[in-house]
């Protein structure tokens, strides 16, 4: 048996990050949405472009993207995301693209769970 990650347990976001956030702007959550749009606007061109250097074995782009999206993503504790896309960040310093594939699909489950979060943030009744 493999011990588990305990990161895999931890929710998509941590809801301290989201505090923290919310608090940048007390009582005005405008802040903390446009944010989050930033980020669901951008993640999707960070992925395609970590595929994009996967498929020609291009490590800087693969590299730079990797870490874009990892540092995006702990602005909301994104602990999982954020982790995969460290490893994938590691393996395009050494060269190691075999072994980014199934990390990369891991960023996009991971990613579709931090969007599906951070879309209920933004859809909830501000007076709740």
């Known amino acids: 048996m493999t011990p588990q990650d305990p990161s895999a347990a931890a929710p998509p976001i941590d809801p301290a990050s989201l505090l923290a956030l919310r608090a940048m702007n007390p009582g005005d959550d405008s802040f903390l949405r ?3 749009q930033i980020f669901l606007d951008d ?3 960070r992925i395609s472009e970590i595929e994009q250097g996967l498929a020609s074995a291009d490590t800087r782009l693969l590299t730079r993207a990797a870490h874009s999206l990892k540092g995006s993503s702990s602005n909301f504790g994104a602990a999982r995301l954020q982790a995969v896309c460290e490893k994938i960040e590691k393996l395009g310093r050494t060269g190691s693209l075999a072994e980014v ?7 996009k489950t991971e990613f579709a769970a ?3 979060a951070l879309e209920a943030v933004q859809n909830a009744d501000p007076g709740k």
């Open 114 to 116: 931090v969007r599906s």
């Open 34 to 36: 446009e944010i989050i």
């Open 101 to 107: 594939p199934p990390l990369l699909a891991q960023v």
């Open 43 to 45: 993640s999707p061109a």
